[in-house]
């Protein structure tokens, strides 16, 4: 069943919450290259499946908007127009068509474990799919070097990321179900 949010201010709160935990995911950085190796994707894919396509994109685009206009929120605890348009800057754009896509597609596969599942691989691969490309620009690499240090060296840490996203939104939606977001949990 698609959910329904029928509360715009316990979304609203909900949105700035995930916002919030996407920052502290970029927090948690671990320098690596151009690219460092951070939990925001996690968090991301998380507010895909649990805030869906609708409020999850809100909540990416406050966070991004947040960034550009300086504050602190971005990998190493930076921000600012700079940030965005640097090597990691393909990155953090994708996340806004990710979060759409990861919300939509466990809408329409009725928020199960399965469909979870093939909505945080489509996220993932968008990410990259923005991300390698813009540092490949950014930087003058060539493609085998941008991949190399965009996105190979991450492919296992996602992998564990996915694996970790999909029961933490089956234990989450059932409890954000009782605090009225009205979200609707299937399986």
Known sequence: MKPSFD???QMTVYSALFGALITAGAFLAVPLGPVPIVLQNF???LTGLLLGSRWGLFSVGVYLLAGACGLPVFAGATGGLGRLFG????YLFGYLPAVWVVGALSERLGRKAGGDLLALICGTI???ACGVPWLRGVTAMDWTQALTVGMIPFLPGDVLK????????RTLRPIMNRQGTGVEVVG
């Open 7 to 9: 509360d715009p201010l």
């Open 43 to 45: 968090f991301v894919l």
């Open 87 to 90: 090597p990691t800057g393909g």
């Open 126 to 128: 968008i990410v990259y």
């Open 162 to 169: 996915i694996a970790a996203a999909i029961p933490v939104a």
